[in-house]
Structure formats: C-alpha cells, structure tokens
Nanobody, 119 residues
Framework: QAQLVESGGGSVQAGGSLRLSCPVS?????MGWFRQPPGKEREGVAT???????AYADSVKGRFTISKDNGQKTLYLQMTSLKPDDTAMYYC????????????????WGQGTQVTVSS
C-alpha cells in the first residue's frame, strides 16, 4: 500500500513559482501529478515512469517539470510562470503499472495540496 502525502502548495502571484513534493512509494511505480480546478474534472498534468520517461499536458509544457529523486524517494513538480488558470487542487498519483495524463485513473492517490495563483 502506498502512502502519498503532497506538500508545497500555497498562494502565489501570476508569474511566480512553486515546487510540489510527494514521497515515492517504489522506484518501479509510475508516478504523476493531476489537478482539479474549481468546478471542473480532475485532469492529468505530468507523469514519469520507472525508466524516467515523462509526459506533460499541453497547457503546462515549458513551464512545469516533473522529476523523481530515487535516492531521496521523492517526486517533484517544479512549476514556473504560474497563471491563474493553474489554480487547482494538485494530487500526487502512483500506479504499479501505468499512468497516463489522458486517463484519470491511478491505484493510489494523495489527499491533494491547494495551489492558488492570483492575477
């Protein structure tokens, strides 16, 4: 069983940066970040598999970076050039097999951390 607890959320002004963190359950798991904006469905943001291959939603490409430190057993999401549209609850996700930014499905989910970007 994976225990996922996100940290690093907060309130920033547009153009600012934040870094989200989440413990890595097992190095063999695929992991990722999803978000749920107010009043909308949860959507994929970025994923990273056990080999280090990454995928990003078009809306965050060039601004967000997902990375995994297997030594520190931590998953990160570095977010820069934040926009008000990035305001959402951000969730860490893990799956022993596969994660996709296009499919809102994972075996394990964190409780979420709020990111609020003001204009």
């Amino acid at each position: 069983q994976a225990q996922l607890v996100e940290s690093g959320g907060g309130s920033v002004q547009a153009g600012g940066s934040l870094r989200l963190s989440c413990p890595v359950s097992r190095a063999s798991f695929s992991m990722g970040w999803f978000r749920q904006p107010p009043g909308k469905e949860r959507e994929g943001v970025a994923t990273i598999d056990s080999s280090g291959s990454v995928a990003y939603a078009d809306s965050v490409k060039g601004r967000f970076t997902i990375s995994k430190d297997n030594g520190q057993k931590t998953l990160y999401l570095q977010m820069t050039s934040l926009k008000p549209d990035d305001t959402a609850m951000y969730y860490c996700a893990a799956d022993p097999y596969y994660l996709s930014i296009y499919v809102n499905r994972a075996q394990y989910w964190g409780q979420g951390t709020q990111v609020t970007v003001s204009s």
